[in-house]
C-alpha cells in the first residue's frame, strides 16, 4: 500500500491509513481462517491414521459362550484379528488392504507437512511494518498442535520440532528456519500454485486404491 499508486484518490485525506487499516482486518480475519483450515487438517490426518490402525476385529471371551463378541485388541496371540474368519473382503486380505490405508495415510501425512510450511509462510506475512519475530518451523502454531503431530508420527523427539517438509520421492537439504514477511507477488503465486497442487498426493493411486476397496466391500464411495 505505500507504494501503491492510487492516483486521484491520493488527494483523500489519510487513504493510505484507512486502506491499510481495513486491510489489515481483513488479513486477520483469513488468517484466522487458514489456521483454522490447518487445524482440521490435522485432526482429518490424525483420524485417517486411527481408522488405519483399527481394521482388525479379534473375538473375545471364551468359544464356549453363546454371545459371540469382539475387540479392538487381542486376548489371543493366534486371533489373527480377522473376525474369526467372517469374510468381509472379497479377495484380499487385511493385511494387504492395511497396506494400502498406509500408503493413502504416508500421502495426506507428507502433505500435511507441506502444507504446515504454507500456513507458517501465510501467518507471517504482515501488511504493515515487519514483524520483528518471525515464525519459524519450532513454533506451535495453535495449541496442543505438537501433541497432534505426536500421534501422527510428524513431530521429531531428536530435533524437538515437527518433521521437515518433502516433496514425494524427493528430500531437500535447505533447513526450514524463519519465514519471508514480505513475499512478493511472484513468491506468493508460488505458494498459492504449492497449496492447490497437492503435490504429495498421487490422485490416480487414490482412485486405484478407493476402486479396489469399492470392488472388494461392495460399496460406493461419493
Not at 16 to 37: D, G, N, P, T, W
Not at 85 to 96: E, M, N, Q, R, T
Not at 200 to 217: C, G
Amino acid at each position: 500500500m505505500p507504494s501503491m499508486e492510487l492516483g486521484v484518490l491520493s488527494d483523500m485525506a489519510d487513504i493510505r491509513k484507512k486502506a491499510c487499516r481495513k486491510l489489515f482486518k481483513q488479513q486477520e480475519i483469513y488468517r484466522s481462517k487458514v489456521l483454522s483450515s490447518y487445524k482440521d487438517m490435522v485432526a482429518a490426518v490424525t483420524q485417517m491414521l486411527n481408522t488405519s490402525q483399527s481394521m482388525r476385529c479379534f473375538l473375545k471371551g471364551t468359544s464356549n459362550s453363546t454371545l459371540v463378541q469382539f475387540s479392538g485388541s487381542s486376548e489371543d496371540q493366534n486371533d489373527t484379528g480377522d473376525g474369526g474368519g467372517i469374510p468381509v473382503f472379497a479377495f484380499w486380505s487385511i493385511s494387504s488392504h492395511e497396506n494400502l490405508a498406509e500408503e493413502l495415510v504416508q500421502m495426506f501425512k507428507m502433505e500435511l507437512m507441506l502444507k504446515r510450511l504454507l500456513v507458517l509462510e501465510f501467518l507471517s506475512i504482515s501488511c504493515e511494518v515487519p514483524q520483528v519475530n518471525g515464525f519459524h518451523w519450532s513454533d506451535q502454531l495453535y495449541p496442543g498442535e505438537f501433541d497432534h503431530l505426536r500421534a501422527c508420527s510428524l513431530f521429531s523427539e531428536e530435533t524437538c520440532e515437527p518433521v521437515p517438509p518433502k516433496l514425494m520421492d524427493w528430500k531437500s537439504d535447505t533447513p526450514v528456519v524463519g519465514c519471508n514477511n514480505q513475499p512478493n507477488h511472484e513468491v506468493l503465486q508460488v505458494y498459492l500454485t504449492t497449496w492447490l497442487a497437492e503435490g504429495n498426493i498421487n490422485t490416480h493411486r487414490v482412485d486405484e486404491i478407493f476402486a479396489v476397496i469399492q470392488e472388494e466391500m461392495h460399496v460406493s464411495f461419493r
